[in-house]
């Protein structure tokens, strides 16, 4: 078998973690074994994920393979679209300018609070009795 150009990347968010591969190809998008557009059902999703290859004007350029677990739908192809990104960054320098200023390399840190004793929640109070 040839050598092939091949980029890695691993994207987070939440709880959910994407291990991506970018191999040369036809613009085949590939999560858990499934079509992207079939396991992101929903538009917004698949526009997530896709959004680091139309940056770049690549989308035909590439097949994407994704193994994507932990977290649900939305921190999963926010997961796999960080994953992209970086495995695209690893390309070239002036790929990783236009990826890094269209903010797809910015690992989001948002997460779930963590619930505090006493507390109903995170930050949810008992009802206050005065009597």
């Not at 085949?28 to 557009?37: L, Q």
């Not at 059902?41 to 932990?70: C, F, I, N, T």
């Not at 797809?104 to 779930?112: E, H, I, K, Q």
Request: charge should be positive; hydrophobic fraction near 35%; proline fraction near 4%.
């Amino acid at each position: 078998m040839a050598a092939q150009a091949l980029y890695r990347g691993t994207g987070r968010r939440k709880t959910a973690v994407a291990r991506v591969r970018v191999l040369p190809g036809d613009g085949k998008i590939m999560v858990n074994g499934r079509d992207y557009t079939e396991y992101f059902p929903r538009r917004a999703y698949q526009a997530s994920v896709a959004a680091p290859l139309r940056a770049l004007e690549a989308g035909s350029r590439y097949d994407v393979v994704v193994r994507v677990e932990g977290g649900g739908p939305t921190g999963q192809a926010d997961a796999v679209r960080h994953g992209i990104a970086r495995a695209l960054a690893e390309e070239s320098q002036e790929a990783r300018g236009d990826l890094k200023a269209a903010g797809f390399l910015t690992r989001d840190a948002r997460a779930v609070e963590r619930k505090k004793y006493g507390l109903k929640k995170a930050r949810k109070r008992p009802q206050f009795s005065k009597r």
